[in-house]
């Protein structure tokens, strides 16, 4: 991202706060964290900030399109900063670790549907499972995810 994050929520119409600034930092430096990660990143950073006002935080850059939520199976959502390349991800059933994955073919939305039912596709989600490298060599801690 070339702005900085005050100038992303304000780009994106939103007031600039210490929770908004502070989620979008930890987002940032931790992409793929779930919300209680990012709960408790914030939390050392500003002290004293509900868990609840983290969510909406969440919830508002999210709606706003700051951050973009992924969901794997087994997974607790996940948050990245949205930067509209349309990447997929890589999940780990072992460990629960997420990779980034440049687009399967070209630009969004990377892949066509079989059928479109008359809808303007403009968006593809794929996550790949597997096991990642720490894994098959028996240095990363099991987390076993179906």
């Not at 992409?31 to 609840?52: C, K, M, N, W, Y």
């Not at 969510?55 to 900063?81: K, M, N, Q, W």
């Amino acid at each position: 991202m070339s702005l900085a994050y005050p100038e992303l929520l304000r780009h994106a119409r939103l007031r600039v706060t210490a929770p908004r600034v502070a989620v979008l930092t930890e987002v940032g430096a931790h992409p793929h964290a779930d919300a209680e990660s990012i709960r408790a990143g914030v939390h050392a950073r500003l002290g004293a900030v509900s868990t609840q006002a983290v969510y909406d935080v969440l919830h508002a850059l999210t709606t706003a399109g700051l951050l973009r939520r992924i969901e794997p199976a087994g997974s607790p959502g996940r948050y990245e900063l949205a930067r509209g390349d349309n990447h997929h991800h890589l999940v780990c059933r072992s460990c629960g670790a997420v990779v980034d994955v440049p687009c399967a073919v070209g630009e969004a939305p990377c892949l066509h549907a079989s059928e479109d039912h008359g809808f303007v596709i403009d968006t593809a989600e794929v996550i790949y499972w597997g096991t990642c490298p720490s894994c098959l060599s028996g240095s990363a801690p099991s987390k076993e995810i179906s």
